[in-house]
């Protein structure tokens, strides 16, 4: 089977600071992959490039076979770091931007989401908790038929009750056959649902297994060797 995502000798640099340097790596479907790193260590900037959003120095990205541009992104759903959602939106208007813009958007699948979320469409964009609004962000990228779906830092900086609700959602709601790259540093809170793990650390990748085979070799979690790995950063 054809991996849904191959990243081949990625390298990408900002002025003088290398960004990433010749990162390689294959994801299969059905899968949900942790991309572990400090912050500034390069997750962000990989996964804009995986995104379509930039592009790589050097380097190849294929989606489904499929290089990286116009035809890529309708398999690609992307939650960034930052809201996607303006301040004068209600919850409404954002899952209708949401389905104007992206011909997968699943409008059921959205409703049963914001059920699960707790929110209502008249709620108002400014006046959601940072919890709430990661909710929302949640609800918009899960809610389309992707085949790729990555999430940058989905549980940073909420409280311990929104990550909970946030990974429980990931379970109810993640497309089995489909496949989730989540990026974060908060390791121990998201461990439990990762099949591999993705080790990146100043732009290079620097680890990269399944997650029972790592414990059993290594005698530690994910989160422990986490912070072995980047105790200097």
């Known amino acids: 089977m054809e991996p849904i ?22 994801l299969s479907s059905g899968r949900i ?3 572990l790193g400090s912050n500034g260590s390069g997750k962000t900037t990989l996964m804009k490039l995986i995104a379509g959003l930039s592009r790589p120095d050097t380097g190849e990205i294929f989606i489904g076979g499929v ?3 116009e035809e890529s992104r309708q398999l690609v759903s992307f939650m960034p770091d930052r ?3 303006e301040s004068w939106m209600s919850v409404g208007d954002a899952l209708r931007f949401q389905a104007d813009f992206y011909a997968d958007f699943d409008p059921a699948k959205a409703r049963r989401m914001l059920e699960f979320m707790r929110l209502r469409k008249q709620d108002k964009v400014k006046t959601l908790s940072k919890g709430m609004n990661e909710r929302l962000q949640l609800t918009l990228a899960l809610s389309r038929r992707a085949k ?10 909420v409280d311990p009750v929104a990550r ?15 496949t989730l790259l989540i990026s974060t540093h908060l390791v121990s809170d998201i461990e439990r649902i990762f099949d591999e793990v993705l080790f990146i650390k100043e732009g290079e990748l620097v680890l990269q297994g399944e997650v029972e085979d790592i414990r059993l070799q ?4 994910i989160d422990e060797l986490f912070r072995e790995v980047f105790a200097e950063c």
């Open 5 to 26: 995502l191959q990243v081949k000798e990625l390298s990408k640099q900002y002025g003088s600071r290398p960004a990433l340097r010749k990162v390689s790596f294959e």
């Open 83 to 85: 809201p996607l959602t």
């Open 67 to 69: 290089p990286v541009g």
């Open 218 to 221: 290594r005698r530690k979690s």
């Open 33 to 35: 992959t942790g991309l």
């Open 164 to 178: 909970t609700r946030i990974l429980d959602a990931l379970m109810e709601f993640y497309e089995e056959d489909s």
């Open 148 to 157: 790729l779906y990555m999430l940058d830092e989905p549980i940073g900086g």
